[in-house]
């Protein structure tokens, strides 16, 4: 064992032990010190943002293999057992690296090198998951590396931000909201605005502890409010259009391809009540594009891999899908104004059979184990939002700034 990183480990345990510092505790936790896998500390980690990290590991908030709960359990008991005296490596049975003996006398004020080691050889990266997503696709066809970094690294604990946390309050409001109105039609208008009120006001209080601070729940709520309202507009215009029921509010997208398992969940699955055809729905808080056209092009150019997912998804389930929208609820100050394509006019169904193939052969090249590399995106907008970008030597940077470097 690494005698730094065993020294560390027993200073995070005692930091915590003597302030009760989660954090220090959590770090600890993910050190090979513990004897907990790698996979399964970064799982109770990100669940330990949320409540204490022994009260976790004791209530098994996630589901493991029985030897990982031993471990875990293991690594509890040992923890709970902590006093003043205590003494961690032997606590925790960490063997430190033995010392090189050596023949000649130390001499105060020398120093010895170290004798150099062999390289390590390089070697190819295989995905650890045994399923896909496309956010995970998304994210390699955007950049490679962020892949890496996210889905084979776990490189760091990406804490939520306003803007996602705003995201997720939102498409809960709007799932409790449709399991009451299946339905929406131009008479339930006044009943419609009144209730979706009270839904983003229980969704924004349920993730309240999410946000930093009690003004920026309010502010986003007020935000959520008024953007809902303009929801409520679109819906009542296009009910009044085309008649349509609510059939499935944040559905399960499983689908097999060549082997591989994807795995994803639809936020609206809406069927016209005129024709019986299906009509995805996916909610959109963040930037998305603004036509058909653009939207279209992202899927050709496979830079989006999100609706094609969905829409072979739903075709597997025997729906016959007619029309993919996403609905932009991001801007307060605007129509809600869905970024619809007809599927065989907008986009083609052989477009959609590129897409697929795509995924299928991303997911080949993420499983063969013959990767060696991972380039980084040419587009610097990748960069922008990224939580890696500081890790990213390689990353490209924005004309002005080059000339700062």
């Not at 499983?367 to 030597?393: I, K, W």
């Amino acid at each position: 064992m690494n005698p730094s990183l065993a020294r560390t480990f027993a200073d995070d345990l005692f930091a915590w032990f003597e302030s009760g510092d989660n954090a220090r505790l959590v770090r600890a936790f993910r050190s090979p010190c513990s004897g907990v896998p790698h996979d399964v500390a970064a799982a109770y980690a990100v669940v330990a943002q949320h409540e204490p990290l022994l009260d976790a590991i004791s209530r098994l908030r996630i589901a493991v293999s029985a030897t990982e709960r031993e471990a875990l359990l293991r690594f509890s008991e040992r923890v709970r057992s902590i006093a003043p005296q205590t003494d961690i490596f032997d606590l925790f049975e960490l063997q430190l690296e033995p010392a090189v003996a050596s023949d000649e006398p130390e001499v105060a004020g020398d120093f010895r090198l170290a004798e150099a080691r062999t390289a390590q050889a390089p070697s190819s990266v295989r995905a650890r998951k045994a399923h896909f997503s496309a956010s995970a696709l998304n994210a390699y066809a955007e950049c490679p590396r962020k892949w890496y970094f996210r889905y084979v690294c776990a490189a760091i604990e990406d804490k939520s931000s306003s803007a996602s946390t705003y995201g997720t309050a939102f498409h809960a409001a709007l799932e409790d909201f449709h399991g009451e109105f299946p339905e929406p039609s131009p008479a339930l208008e006044a009943e419609m605005r009144t209730k979706i009120v009270g839904y983003v006001n229980w969704a924004f209080e349920r993730f309240r502890n999410e946000f930093d601070t009690s003004v920026e729940v309010e502010l986003q709520k007020r935000r959520a409010q008024r953007t809902a309202q303009r929801y409520i507009d679109w819906l009542v215009a296009e009910s009044a259009r085309a008649p349509f029921t609510v059939i499935g509010r944040e559905i399960g997208a499983n689908l097999e391809l060549d082997g591989f398992d994807f795995v994803g969940y639809i936020d609206r699955l809406d069927r016209d009540n005129r024709t019986g055809e299906v009509a995805i729905i996916d909610y959109k808080t963040g930037s998305i594009a603004t036509t058909p056209a653009e939207y279209r092009e992202k899927v050709r150019t496979f830079r989006d891999f999100q609706l094609p997912f969905y829409y072979w998804a739903r075709t597997a389930a025997g729906d016959t899908v007619s029309r993919l929208a996403l609905i932009p609820l991001k801007d307060a100050l605007v129509d809600v104004a869905p970024v619809s394509v007809e599927v065989g006019k907008t986009i083609t169904i052989g477009e959609l059979e590129s897409a697929r193939a795509r995924m299928i052969e991303i997911c080949t090249q993420l499983t063969s184990g013959e990767l060696t590399a991972f380039p980084v995106a040419r587009d610097p907008s990748a960069c922008t939002y990224c939580s890696y970008a500081n890790a990213c030597a390689d990353r490209p940077h924005e004309e002005r700034e080059r000339f700062g470097r």
